[in-house]
């Protein structure tokens, strides 16, 4: 199908409008200083956590740590151990007031915890320290009566102290984990410029900004809040933002985003999105409630983790009857039951998989690459198709020049100038272009004396005293000038849209021009196709523009002519061929396809991200984004199942150990050391799910 030139094909305008559904309000009040608030209502720090943070926890640890240097002097076991005699009048009773200290400063945010784990009938990790601190304070306790002649008092400081440690390692890490999250929160500036009615400039709280209200950014602000620029050139860092690494020159009637970097110019801006509605807010919403949402291996390691609070509990009664049974003392008994109960709190396994969620959520929102379904994109690794819509997706969406025949007489740089010169007076998106050509050559354009739009037909005027006219087939029929038929039969055939130029009369040579193929779109299928995945094509233009296309890239598949409302029919077909399908395209007219594949993934979102039907959003409109977030996916998962392994494998071998199994063999863990273990595996899953690079 040959286009018809001065018709034009409206194909290449994109609409990229989404709804924006989340609120931003909690994060506008954010406490950016050491609070937990950032952690506490997530599925890993909400309920053990709640209303402690990290400071809270660093206090608790040193405070209890300072009583615990006595406590240690104070116990006959450490005094025996090191072979003195510190022994005097009602040592015991200090001992025990001191480790009261302990017990209620230091064990107080787990107490709290198991009593929150107890009334919500999830009983968890809190519980089973509560039990294993209050069972040892309470045992050791009755020495002050005569009925026993033990205490655990030494071990029960300490215990709480490594406790206290490791739940501090543990926020910090969580905190540590959202920190690219954390950065997109500072981004948003506090004040604004506000340009009155009078052309005066004041200082306004951003919150108080109303969408067409008109702002000035001077250089090296950032930009409060999204708007259309009206005065002025600049070039905007929004690295932090889209992933975009080089910084990208904006020009009057360009859309700026809240938290870009201007650079070296002054801008006048019209407020569009303020607060909530605007795409920061809504970034830092979708990146929330992707790393609030659970997955599939979360609600694995979730049932893992409840189910070994019972084995814990379980062990240690039987571990406790079992020494009994045996003839050992009841100290004895008691001390193993304690260890077992530590060793086995399911703390690691607890944070195995919200760590690494959160780690790639914030890496993926640093990257441009937004996740809305944690399930969707988890699933993403079992993926073997990638569909791609062309329009705006692997093609720019713009036409751009491909060949240029020059007839014999002529050059190319001549019929450039002349043909730019004409078509720098116009609109039209061939025109762009040319021009966007004229522009790369640097081709000097002059201003034309005269100056004409034929409708339907082309352009004419008079540049440098050269009659130029840049037409259409049509015209060139009409009007009878011949031309080769063979160079327009071949670009045409390749779904090229063909204009003559005629200079003072005579045909001096064509021009085609296409749909620009995005430079990185041939790196993303090549990247697919390391991943083993096949890459496909799904669009409504026609089949020779569809085939140009994908013999430029290489896909596997092409298929052409689709409407728009059967192409969620089509993947539906790819899939029922035993593929695993993502279905990438602009998040509107595609929303039926995305809503239908596997994984939905909308592409050019520009500043409106909350695109309802898709799993993925990417900020920036660039294909190998798509093979990005797929390693991302392979990646991630990788690390929760080795979290999992580790914390897993950790309770495998130290519940036997705990128990006191090995004891024959001389092995035989204490309960301190058993809290130093625990928090020791709690420490390297925070540590591997940090590791995670996309």
Known sequence: MIKDYRKGDDHHALNHSAKAAHDHSEHVHHNHGNSHSMAADRPHGGDKHAGHHVDDFKKRFYISLAVTVPILILSPMIQMFLGVDWRFSYDTVLLFLLSSFVFFYGGTPFLIGAYRELTGKAPGMMTLIALAIV????YSSFILFGVTTVDFFWELATLIDIMLLGHWLEMKSILGASDALEKLVQLIPSEAHLITASGMTKEVAVSELKPQQTILIKPGERIPVDGIIVNGQSSLDESMLTGESVPVVKNPGDRVIGGAVNGEGALTVTVQNAGEEGYLSQVIALVREAQESKSKTQNLSDRAARWLFYIALGAGLLTLLTWLSMGYSFDFAM????????IACPHALGLA????????????????????NRTAFEEARKLNAVVFDKTGTLTQGKFGITDIVPSAGFEETEILSLVGSLEAQSEHPISKGVVEEVKKRDITLSRPESFEAMTGKGLKGIVNGKDVKVVSPGYMEQENIPYRIEDYSRLSSQGKTVVFAIIDGRFAGMIALADQVRESA???VDKLKTLGIHSMMLTGDNKQVAEWVGGKLNLDEIYAEVLPHEKANKIAEIQGGGYR???????????????????????GAGTDVAIETADVILVRSDPEDVASILELSKKTYSKMIQNLWWATGYNIVAIPLAAGVF?????????ALGAVLMSLSTIVVAINAKLLKA
Do not use: E, F, W
């Not at 001390?335 to 530590?342: D, L």
């Not at 004891?663 to 309960?671: D, R």
């Open 581 to 603: 399908v993502a279905m990438t395209g602009d998040g509107v007219n595609d929303a039926p396809a995305l809503a239908k594949a596997d994984l939905g993934i909308a592409v």
């Open 335 to 342: 001390q193993r039951m304690v260890t077992v109960m530590i």
């Open 663 to 671: 004891y024959g063999a001389g092995i035989l863990l204490n309960p």
């Open 135 to 138: 069972v040892a304070y309470g």
């Open 522 to 524: 041939k790196n993303a």
């Open 353 to 372: 998989v919200p760590l690494v969620v959160s780690t790639s959520t914030s890496i993926a929102a640093q990257k441009g690459l937004l996740i809305r």
